[in-house]
């Protein structure tokens, strides 16, 4: 394969051509954003893609967001709106310890130079971006202002404080996420991950769940599956709370059913390890605190938990049932009860569900079915219950109609449901409640590189709120990692303060917060970057929703709920004043590429192989095959990745963009291949030589129409489709199909053989002039040396969208059908605007007429236009 050679004189020079554009398009200010008062008349579009975490390179999944995005600005940008298309940094986070504590660099050195780094990478990709608008979410000037609404948000009432499990990582010293515990160890020290009690901050996100549910619907244009999933993430369960007296206990036992129906089936009850309950009896039951403690080496994820096997503890209490006078059932301690769901505590009904049927076939408890299939006749329904109660290992979780239950007999689950609710309810012992699987958002990290959350604990006053004359509290640069745990913590005198209100010692909190807080309003923050307040309420009116936004699948659930709960909490503390920050979602797949095993079943880089005859070897001398494995994400484990500078150097930007848009829609995964990247490497050659090759055969700019032959009316025309249909997809995001007009109208200039001289000069020019300016938010670079080889002297950039001529989009033919005495005969094709009496010759001139006709002359010939010709013989 021909590697290209950017130098040759004849070819495109991508690599001299691109950093002269962007030199020019930052010299004359292309990309800046207009305030609302300056924008008279102007409609305002807001795009944004989710700003990058800076790890030091920009990866090709950066490359494919910000090309769509910067597709959709540069289109909005001609098509007549002021754009605000921002870039900033979501710097604070992890990595950057790693980082400082493998080589010893300061997190804020490490991450300001990945920064550069990184923007230098962006910017050679020819970004439309303002970036006068560019922050750090690290910096004291952004992370002041989160400071400040955490204490107005404080204030009103949507943050507590509160006791929570936490993995803890015993080794580090650190909380970690769920995600970050493989297999019960810490992801960084393998140390056995500890379920740990800690006093942490809280965004009670709970409290907006049904209102973060309803508002889903209100977000036609996002992806059905992302709202699926964040629906999924909330989890509401209709269903009941039921009260359990303790036998012997002036104590209620209460647990969260959403089958109440199978009330009559209750086996036993169990409660979570963490049950305060629990702990009580733990307290003088040293064999309970010990199976207490085996539980909580389990680690908090739901899916440890689902997938471990059921273990309990017979506490020897036993829980009255609320329906049956006199029965009682046995109340256990269960692995499988999750503190942080419900209440803590369930009643079982093994016959019904898994987990229970599980627990219950282990310890010998009993299976009591309550519920039958609809169709059975009675043989069969008995001959059901005898195997569910005494054999069956899986619980029936279908429907039917409740069996063994007094007076719930004979009524479908639904039914059965209400009615044993409202039984509870008028005897007091429960009531129908609405139960959500979201949990409170906790914000509290022990960790240095995160944004300090702002109060101070004192003995006599409890927790204060640092006074707003003393924001931003900053983190300090002198500290240390050679000790696991917080740096905050160990600093000498970081946290050692007054108290704000009694003077006397205190203790500055050293928690930082999520960095999920940090990017839960920098969308807002990019209105008015430098308002001496958070947000700068005018702008925010002016710029929220953002119109479209653009990231990965992977942040479905949790930022885009914490951004929609923190818009939310803005509004209440006046920060903004609307509950949906994001209009507009677009989610895009990933960036695959071919995997490669050494025959020792290592991962080899795609750089690292020699090919021959379409086999690749690990070796010049081709000894050493290397097999070619899954075509799967990008990504620095499979060693599969390929790195963007790389291309952008060899083949420049625009190729790069240009690949990424044409392989496949945007929202599905596209397949990195060297015979992909080529493909559109010389399509930007021919694009170049199709513009520049023959000047000759061009007017010049400017020229008035003349009269248009065929040819030359025929390619008008196509233009215009083109630019009509192609103007369509890029507002519907269907970026492939807008490549494929651009592969179409490049043909059909390249078949252009004009007739007459001057029409043919014209259309040509017309062409070609649609054409640069359709593929220019695409390749922006091209567009422009196109734009100014075709004789202008603007920039293609702040040129306005061309306007399809309406009247060249319509057919400008007609088909008719021919009826001869009623019966349909055949068809005719005419030129739109012929006469009656040329469709009546061309219709009786047709073969199938004729013959039916057997050479009789016709009476009558009527012709309704545009749809019908009526033959009478
Ligand atoms: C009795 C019962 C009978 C249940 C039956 C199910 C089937 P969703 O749908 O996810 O809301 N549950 C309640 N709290 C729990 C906790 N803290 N930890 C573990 N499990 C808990 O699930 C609700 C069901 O999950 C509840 O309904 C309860 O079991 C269980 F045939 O109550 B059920
Ligand atoms: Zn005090």
Redesign the pocket.
Known sequence: MTTPDPSSSQRYNAKAVEPKWQKLWAGRNSFRTRKAEDAKGQPKYYVLEMFPYPSGKIHMGHVRNYTLGDVIARFKRAAGYNVLHPMGWDAFGMPAENAAMENNVPPADWTYKNIAAMRAQLQAMGLAIDWELEFATCDPEYYRHEQAMFLDMLEAGLITRKKSYVNWDPVDMTVLANEQVIDGKGWRSGAPVERRELTQWFFKITDKAEELLQGLETLTRWPDKVRLMQTNWI?R?E?ARVYFPIEGMDEKLE?????PD?LF?ASFCAL?PGHPLTRRLAEKDEKLAAFVRECEQLGTSEEAIETAEKKGFDTGLRARHPFIEGHSVPVYVAN????E?????????PA??QR?MDFARKYGLPVIPVVAPKKLNEEERAAFITELAETAKDAF?GDGIAVNSDFLNGLEVTDAKRAAIEKLEEMGLGEGTV?Y?LRDWGISRQRYWGCPIPVIHCEACGTVPVPRDQLPVKLPDDVSFDKPGNPLDHHPTWKHVECPKCGQPARRETDTFDTFMDSSWYFARFCAPKAETPTDVQAADYWLPVDQYIGGIEHAVLHLLYARFFTRAMKETGHVNLEEPFAGLFTQGMVTHETYKTPEGKWAAPDELFWKDGKPFLDEGLSVPVTVGAIEKMSKSKRNTIDPTAIIDQYGADTARWFMLSDSPPERDVQWTEEGIEGAWRFTQRFWRLVTGEPDALCPPETPMPALDGPAEALHRTAHQTLAALTANLEALQFNKAVARIYELANAISGFKPGDEAAGKWARREALEILVRVAAPMMPHLGEECWAALGHKTLLTSTPWPVADESLLVEDSVTLAVQVNGKRRDEVTVPRDADPAAVEEAALNLDKVRASLEGKKPKKVIVVPGRIVNVVV
Request: aromatic letters at 14%; glycine letters at 16%; charged letters at 15%.
């Open positions: 989890g369960s269903g647990v969260f059913t959403t089958r199978t089936g979570a499988f009860v999750l503190m769901y419900g209440t803590g505590a369930i009643f079982a009904c019904h569900d229970d979780d139960n699987r």
